[in-house]
Structure formats: C-alpha cells, structure tokens
Nanobody, 123 residues
Framework: QVQVVESGGGLVQPGGSLRLSCAAS????????ITWNRQAPEKERELVAT???????DYADSVKGRFTISRDDAKKTAYLQMNSLKPEDTAAYYC?????????????????WGQGTQVTVSS
C-alpha cells in the first residue's frame, strides 16, 4: 500500500507565496506522473499542475507563470511553489501519485491520493 501526505497549506495574504509538499511512502517500484489538483467550495476538483517521470510539466492556464511543480524521486516527494497568490486560489489542494507499487499482494500501477491541505488567500 502507498500513502500520500500533503503539507504546507495555510493562510496567506494576496500576492504572497506558499510551498506545498507531498510525500509518498510504502513499497514503491517507480513513480510515474505526479499531479496537484484543487477544489474550492461548491466547485469541481480541477487539475492545477502535473509532472511526468521525465520532468515535463503542464499547468492550468489560471496558474501559469505563478506556480511551479517539481519532484524529488529520491525523497518520494513533490512540491508546488505558489507565488503571487490570489483569493481565487483559495481551495483544498490534493496531490496524487501515479505509481507502480505493492498492493493486494503484487506490484501494479495505480494512483494514490492524499487527504489534502487547505490554502486560504485573504487579507
């Protein structure tokens, strides 16, 4: 089984910065794609940023130029650097790891999600 835990959320003023972290643990053979998503109250969950095993990244238009996703496979950790934060960035942020890991008695490819970390941008 693979566990994913996010951290780094909090309250920040507009224009400020936060760095979110997401750590995976368990029996991992490889980490494929890592994705950050967010969900604001009464809105659907949306993709924020994603990074593949080769380091290629993609971002939602709303965060391009402000957010940066990165990964450290040796630490089984991903990061989301968020700059120039806006009130509309307020949401619960979730990380998912697309991994090849041990589950149900064998190695297989599956996605593992964290419980989320709250980001609130307000003055």
């Amino acid at each position: 089984q693979v566990q994913v835990v996010e951290s780094g959320g909090g309250l920040v003023q507009p224009g400020g910065s936060l760095r979110l972290s997401c750590a995976a643990s368990g029996r991992l053979f490889s980490i494929n794609r890592i994705t950050w998503n967010r969900q604001a109250p009464e809105k659907e969950r949306e993709l924020v940023a994603t990074i593949d095993s080769g380091g290629s990244t993609d971002y939602a238009d709303s965060v391009k130029g402000r957010f940066t996703i990165s990964r450290d496979d040796a630490k089984k950790t991903a990061y989301l650097q968020m700059n120039s934060l806006k009130p509309e960035d307020t949401a619960a942020y979730y990380c998912s790891f697309d991994v090849t890991g041990w589950r149900g008695g064998s190695y297989s490819r599956f996605a593992s999600w964290g419980q989320g970390t709250q980001v609130t941008v307000s003055s």
